[in-house]
């Protein structure tokens, strides 16, 4: 079935410094991938949306100066979170699926849960 | 994409039957209905989707009623590994292919 690999699974990092995230689609060509956050005891709140070589579709409030999205290929996206605060602190999930084939399923990467102190 | 009611949580007992509601009174003709759940700290995973006819897989069976308006979740035996959130989503098809998540159910298994 399709795997979906996100990495790393957790990090720390200094406030005021950046992390990246990578998403990668391991057995399928992933046309279009999804980036999600997620508060303790909260729902997965929808980011962004990322189409293969074109720009990440931004959901409202979420800043895109500030969460970097990368779609490069059609098996890897990519979240960087540039100066990180500790309000940034979350479980940050992606998804990924074949345009057009949605739905039929997505599949989830297992996730990344970021601390920034 | 249209909107969806579930029940905040639910508890049920290990080998039981487990049925999870859904509703959408406002679903279209071209809904298709998801079921997606959580594990504790991982991304979630897809259990099933249907349009009109009932469904089955290997993990649940999908029942939906005669008018659409409601759908139900079956785990036939439940186990402690099915602790999760249970997220009952609506995808438009044409639509955006975005998934926006509800608040989801709870369900706890109790041994």
């Known amino acids: 079935g399709a795997v979906v690999s996100q990495h790393p699974s957790w990090v720390i990092c200094k406030s005021g410094t950046s992390v990246k995230i990578e998403c990668r689609s391991l057995?399928?060509?992933?046309?279009?991938m999804f980036w999600y956050r997620q508060f303790p005891k909260q729902s997965l709140m929808l980011m962004a949306t990322s189409n293969e070589g074109s720009k990440a579709t931004y959901e409202q409030g979420v800043e895109k100066d500030k969460f970097l999205i990368n779609h490069a290929s059609l098996t890897l996206s990519t979240l960087t979170v540039t100066s990180a605060h500790p309000e940034d602190s979350s479980f940050y999930i992606c998804?990924?699926?074949?345009?057009?084939?949605?739905?039929?399923?997505?599949?989830f990467g297992s996730g990344t849960r970021l601390t920034v102190v | 994409d249209a909107k969806t009611t579930q029940p905040n949580s639910m508890e049920s007992n290990e080998e039981e039957p487990v049925h999870l509601p859904c509703n959408h009174s406002?679903?279209?003709?071209?809904?298709?209905i998801h079921w997606y759940r959580q594990l504790p700290s991982q991304g979630p995973e897809y259990v099933i989707h249907?349009?009109?006819s009932n469904v089955n897989n290997r993990m649940a069976s999908l029942a939906i009623a005669e008018d659409r308006k409601s759908s139900t979740l079956i785990l036939h035996r439940a186990t402690l590994r099915d602790a999760a959130v249970y997220y009952c989503i609506l995808r438009t098809q044409g639509g955006s292919e975005k998934l926006v998540f509800g608040k989801g159910t709870k369900l706890t298994v109790n041994p």
């Open positions: 249907g349009l009109t």
């Open positions: 406002t679903i279209s003709g071209t809904d298709y």
């Open positions: 057995d399928f060509q992933a046309t279009t």
């Open positions: 998804s990924a699926t074949i345009s057009g084939t949605g739905l039929f399923g997505y599949t």
